[in-house]
Each structure stands twice: as structure tokens, then as C-alpha cells.
């Protein structure tokens, strides 16, 4: 498994969550989820993390973590390290119970936040475990209600100063029963999360700051992380560009060679993400293997043309203005 992308500063926010390995159940017992809740109490105490939001499900877990100290590797190691030793204890088993390393969402406190937390929170209602989030025992939702002593360790206040209602509790209680938001389901819908929940600006301040080893070493991380542009406008962008029609750059005419064409083809394979079927409807293919024998012709040029490679560096400078 390839190791996930971590971005860590201080005072991040992360939504983190692990599963068992093979989906098992990493919580058999109230004794395990007590035992979890414990460890996450005492790297609250021992690496200075703030736990916001909670859930704990029969094979995995979510939680809300905010890092004042850039942390978050550190406690993560030490909470899935410890609870893995006592489980196995406790069943009298061996080998690793979560399916690998844990991941990590960075999120935008200004703009996610909230949606993040009632994602949480709202895990129960969704696996219909429970018709109301706060009546799911292993979750911290139920600590939301002011009528309800919370742990020491759990940090609420955060959360429900984003309510504009007067009564922030039953603001958030409102806010819970409006389900989740569209933009929310769609970031979480996909296969593969990337690995920051935010605005553009904020991505890609973060995405800025990587140097090109860590780029390398988690490009598909990176990849899917970035905000990459369409098909249509990377088309629209290369005809601006090369002065020519969009007809002229999708459409090829056998015999006649279209360098233009070629290199749509390969912009749009090597800066989108949009997968092959797409990019061949667009320029009209009848297989994949056009597209990947354009952009493997595009490749071989560039070690050899450098009016080519500086035409693309353009280009792609035009294409993410």
C-alpha cells in the first residue's frame, strides 16, 4: 500500500479514521470502545492534541483533531499502536487489525468544519444503527446537549461557536437533522479521498508549500488532491492558445498530421483527471490506444525538442492562469 500524504503544521485540523483489515470488527466489546476512548484521553494529555468529534463504529472509527503542536503522526502511532497491543490481548489474537496506515484529511476550519463534524456524527443514522445521532452511545454527539456531562478531554465549544443560533445546542441539533450537504457527500462519495477537504485557495496554499520529493513520493495523493481541470477546458485553453478551433484540435483526418491535436490529446491525459474513455470521446477516437500513443509521442519529443518542451510550459501555464 502506498504511504498516504501527510501535511502537518501547526494548529491543523483532521479528520481522521482507520478500518479493520478484511472490514473485521476492530470493536467487539463496550470494554474495547472504553479502552479506544481511554488512549484517545490520554494522547490528549501526553502530545497536546484536541479531540473535537468522535465515532466509534464496529469496524472503524472517525475523529475530529485538531493539532496545536504538528503532531499528528506522533499521537496517531501512539493510539493505534497501544490499542492494536490490547486488543490482540484481549482476544487472544496476533497481527495487525487495521487494514494499514490510518487516514488523514486535512480540513479548512473557515469553510468545512462544521460539515465535517456532522459527517461524524451522522455516521450512525446513516448506517441505520440509530434514527438520531445522539442517541448513538459512541459518539461524541451526545456531549453536544448541555444536558450531558462531557469527558474532560473533548472539545466542543469549537464546533458549536460556528451555530449562529442563540441556543448553539439546539442550533447544531437543527443542523444535524438537515442530513448532509451535497458538496459533503460528493467529497466523501469518492473512491479515493483526497486528501484535503477545503476551498481552492486553501488547497493549494498547502499543496504549495510540498517540496518535489514529497510531490513524488504520493503523486497519486497529490494528483487527486489537486484541483485539476476539465477535458473542455483544457481544449478550450489549447485552442485559444494555438489560435485554431476546437474542431480543428478534436477532430483528426487520416493522413494528415495534426501536432495540435497531438498535443491536446497529452495535455489533457497528463493534466487532468478525467479518465481515458472521456478524453477519447472527445477527440473522437475509436480506442485508448490513440490517446496513449500520442502522449507517449509527445514524451519522446520533449527529450528532444526544446521548442516543444517550452510551447508546453506555456501552455500549461495558460491552461491553470
Not at 474495547?32 to 502530545?47: K, P, T, V
Not at 493539532?67 to 497491543?85: D, E, F, K
Request: a positive charge.
Amino acid at each position: 500500500m502506498p504511504r498516504p500524504l501527510r501535511l502537518e503544521y501547526q494548529d491543523a485540523w483532521y479528520h481522521v479514521m482507520n478500518r479493520g483489515a478484511g472490514y473485521q470488527e476492530i470493536f467487539k466489546t463496550k470494554k474495547h470502545r472504553e479502552m479506544f476512548l481511554d488512549l484517545l484521553s490520554d494522547a490528549s494529555s501526553l502530545f497536546g492534541i484536541k479531540i473535537h468529534a468522535y465515532c466509534l463504529m464496529d469496524n472503524h472509527y472517525h475523529l475530529l483533531i485538531n493539532t496545536p503542536r504538528a503532531n499528528l503522526a506522533q499521537a496517531m502511532r501512539n493510539i493505534n499502536g497501544l490499542y492494536t497491543q490490547r486488543f490482540n490481548r484481549s482476544v487472544k489474537r496476533d497481527g495487525p487489525l487495521f487494514r494499514g496506515r490510518y487516514k488523514a484529511i486535512v480540513v479548512d476550519r473557515d469553510a468545512y468544519l462544521l460539515q465535517v463534524s456532522r459527517y461524524i456524527h451522522l455516521n450512525p443514522v446513516v448506517a441505520k444503527l440509530r434514527k438520531l445521532p445522539d442517541h448513538y452511545q459512541w459518539s461524541s454527539c451526545q456531549y453536544y446537549h448541555p444536558k450531558k456531562d462531557k469527558p474532560t478531554w473533548l472539545q466542543i465549544d469549537a464546533i458549536l461557536s460556528m451555530i449562529s443560533n442563540q441556543n448553539k445546542s439546539a442550533g447544531y441539533a437543527v443542523y444535524l437533522k438537515e442530513g448532509l450537504d451535497p458538496q459533503t457527500k460528493l467529497f466523501y462519495k469518492k473512491e479515493n479521498t483526497p486528501a484535503i477537504f477545503g476551498s481552492k485557495k486553501f488547497k493549494d496554499k498547502l499543496l504549495h508549500e510540498l517540496n518535489d520529493y514529497k510531490i513524488q513520493s504520493h503523486k497519486a495523493d497529490y494528483n487527486r488532491t489537486r484541483e485539476l481541470p476539465s477535458v473542455s477546458h483544457i481544449n478550450r485553453s489549447c485552442a485559444i492558445f494555438f489560435k485554431i478551433s476546437e474542431d480543428e484540435l478534436c477532430y483528426g483526418k487520416r493522413g494528415v498530421k495534426n501536432d495540435f491535436r497531438k498535443i491536446g490529446m497529452y495535455a489533457c491525459r497528463i493534466w487532468s483527471s478525467e479518465k481515458l474513455s472521456k478524453i477519447a470521446t472527445v477527440y473522437h477516437c475509436n480506442s485508448h490506444g490513440n490517446i496513449a500513443n500520442a502522449v507517449t509521442e509527445i514524451k519522446q519529443r520533449l527529450l528532444k525538442e526544446k521548442n516543444l518542451s517550452v510551447t508546453l510550459q506555456k501552455l500549461k501555464a495558460f491552461v491553470f492562469n
